[in-house]
């Protein structure tokens, strides 16, 4: 399984961008799909999580700015960040999970600033 990301560049604070992670399978045969993000020198955080039994669940963080949302007939998520502010410069990252194997994207970066 493969899971490419895109969607990360530059914005001013404030603006929105969507983030997708693209599957090489279907994307409903995952347990969970979830985003993080990961500053230089910090803990990779868990911004947003997918689950059938779970549903989605999302960082105090950005809860309320960001959306995770599923194409399964794509085999895509994405990531709607709208109101975005500085300490959202990251790099974010896809992760799909499915029994014990856990599956990472390459990672895309989103930089906040004027």
């Known amino acids: 399984v493969q899971l490419q990301a895109s969607g990360g560049g530059l914005v001013q604070p404030g603006g929105s961008l969507r983030l997708s992670c693209a599957a090489s399978?279907?994307?409903?045969?995952?347990?969970?799909i979830v985003w993080y993000r990961q500053i230089p020198g910090k803990q990779r955080e868990l911004i947003a999580a997918?689950?059938?039994?779970?549903?989605?669940n999302y960082a105090d963080s950005v809860k309320g700015r960001f959306t995770f949302s599923r194409d399964n007939a794509k085999d895509t998520v994405s990531l709607q960040m709208n109101s975005l502010k500085p300490e959202d410069t990251a790099v974010y990252y896809c992760?799909?999970?499915?029994?014990?194997?856990?599956?990472w994207g390459q990672g895309t970066q989103v930089t906040v600033s004027s």
């Open positions: 992760s799909a999970q499915r029994g014990r194997l856990k599956y």
């Open positions: 399978g279907s994307i409903s045969s995952f347990d969970n």
């Open positions: 997918s689950s059938i039994e779970s549903g989605t």
